[in-house]
C-alpha cells in the first residue's frame, strides 16, 4: 500500500519535492497557508523548472484550514517544509493528523527535529539532509530548481532517524525521494545535519551579507581564506560535540582543518572541491536567506549562523570569523547595512 503523504509549506522546497511526488504517482497532498497559493495551483497546476526543462504538475491542494479533511484517512508521513521559526507552529497543526505510525520528517536548514519531537515524539520524527538542491519560488504556483538534479553521481537526499536506525519507514521515504532525485538511508542524521549547517553558515552568511549569489561567492579568490575559516570554525564545533561530519563542499572536514592551519595542499584541494561545486550550480542560485532579504521577509538567519554561534558559546569556543558574518548580516536584515563585499574585509578566524 502506497504512503499517504502530506507536504507541508509550499515554497522553493514543498513546491519543487511535493510537485515532482504528484507527477510520479504519489498520494500527496499539498499544504499551504496561502489561499492565493492554493487557488493558482488548482487552477493552473504547478509549474516545475529545472536544467532538464519544464514540467506542470497538478497535485491535490489544500489549505490550512482545510486539514480536517485528513480525518478519515491520516497521513502516513508529512514532510516539513515551513521556514524553521515556523517549525514548532506547523508541526502542531498537522500532528493531528498523522497516523498511529505517522510521522514528520523535517526538509529544512538548521536542525528542528528536536522542536518537533517536542509535538510528536522522538519515534515519529525524522529528518531529511539536502544538498546540491537550489530552489526558488518565483511566482505562485512556480518553482524552479537552480542546481543541476544529482541523479547516480551525487545522493541529494539523506534520509534518518535521530537514533540512527534504518527502519522500514525510513526506506519507505527514500524510495518516495527517489521519484525527485537520487536519495539514500542514513544512519548518521546528526553528522549530516552539523555538516550541513556549517555549508549553510559560509553560503547563507556571506550572501546576505555580501549580495553575491552563491555562483559568486564560490568562485570569488578574495573569499576564499574567509570561507576556509568559517568552515574550519564550525567543523571544529561540530567534532566538539562528537558529531562525525561528511565532506562539507567536497573536502573532509580534516582537509579543511588543515588548510586553516595553513597547510598548502589542503588549500589547493578546497580549490579544486569549489571548483567543482560550481560546475553543479547555474548563475542565479541564490540561498534562501538572500532570496529572503530581496523580497523583505523574515529570514533563518538566526537557526543557521546564530544556531551555531549560539552552540559555540554555549560549549566556550571562539569562532570569530561566525560572529563577524553574523554581525554584517543582522545588521543587513535589520535595514542598517546595504549588501556588498566589502562588508566582509577584515574578517578573520580563531582557526587560520
Known amino acids: 500500500m502506497s504512503l499517504h503523504i502530506g507536504v507541508v509549506g509550499i ?3 514543498g513546491g519543487y519535492i511535493g510537485g515532482h511526488l504528484a507527477l510520479a504517482g504519489e498520494d500527496v497532498t499539498l499544504i499551504s497557508q496561502r489561499q492565493e ?3 493558482q495551483i488548482r487552477r493552473q497546476g504547478l509549474r516545475l523548472g529545472d536544467t532538464r526543462g519544464e514540467q506542470v504538475a497538478r497535485p491535490a491542494m489544500l489549505h490550512v484550514t482545510e486539514l480536517g479533511n485528513f480525518a478519515a484517512r491520516p497521513l502516513d508521513v508529512v514532510f516539513l517544509c515551513v521556514k524553521s521559526y515556523d517549525t514548532l507552529r506547523a ?3 498537522i500532528a493531528p493528523y498523522l497516523a498511529a505510525d505517522g510521522c514528520i520528517v523535517s526538509m529544512q536548514n538548521g536542525m528542528n527535529e528536536e522542536h518537533i519531537a517536542l509535538v510528536v515524539g522522538w519515534q ?3 529528518g531529511v539532509v539536502m544538498s546540491s538542491i537550489g530552489v526558488n519560488a518565483v ?3 512556480h518553482v524552479i530548481r537552480t542546481s543541476t538534479p544529482g541523479g547516480d553521481a551525487y545522493k541529494v537526499f ?4 535521530p537514533d540512527g536506525k534504518v527502519t522500514p519507514r525510513v526506506e519507505e521515504v527514500v524510495r518516495a525521494l527517489g521519484a525527485v532525485d537520487s536519495a539514500v538511508a542514513t544512519t548518521n542524521l546528526w553528522g549530516e545535519r552539523w555538516s550541513k549547517l556549517v555549508t549553510n553558515s559560509i553560503s547563507h552568511g556571506l550572501s546576505a551579507a555580501s549580495g553575491l549569489t552563491s555562483h559568486e561567492l564560490l568562485k570569488a579568490d578574495f573569499l576564499r ?5 568559517l568552515a574550519a570554525e564550525g567543523i571544529r564545533v561540530g567534532q566538539s560535540f562528537g558529531y562525525s561530519l561528511v565532506p562539507i563542499y ?3 572536514p580534516g582537509v579543511w582543518t588543515a588548510a586553516a592551519a595553513g597547510d598548502r595542499h589542503s588549500a589547493m584541494e578546497i580549490n579544486r572541491s569549489l571548483t567543482e561545486r560550481l560546475g553543479r550550480l547555474t548563475a542565479q542560485e541564490r540561498p534562501s536567506v538572500a532570496q529572503d532579504l530581496l523580497r523583505g521577509r523574515r529570514t533563518e538567519l538566526e537557526y543557521t549562523n546564530g544556531l551555531l554561534v549560539s552552540k559555540a558559546h554555549g560549549l566556550g569556543l571562539a569562532v570569530p570569523a561566525q560572529e563577524a558574518v553574523l554581525s554584517v548580516a543582522r545588521r543587513i536584515e535589520r535595514g542598517e547595512l546595504t549588501p556588498h563585499p566589502r562588508n566582509l574585509s577584515g574578517i578573520t578566524s580563531s582557526s587560520a
Open 11 to 13: 515554497g522553493g522546497v
Open 37 to 39: 497559493n492554493v487557488e
Open 91 to 93: 508541526s502542531a497543526l
Open 124 to 126: 515519529r520524527t525524522m
Open 139 to 141: 511566482e505562485l504556483g
Open 158 to 161: 539523506r534520509v534518518g532517524r
Open 225 to 229: 581564506p574567509v570561507i576556509i575559516g
Open 250 to 252: 567536497g573536502a573532509s
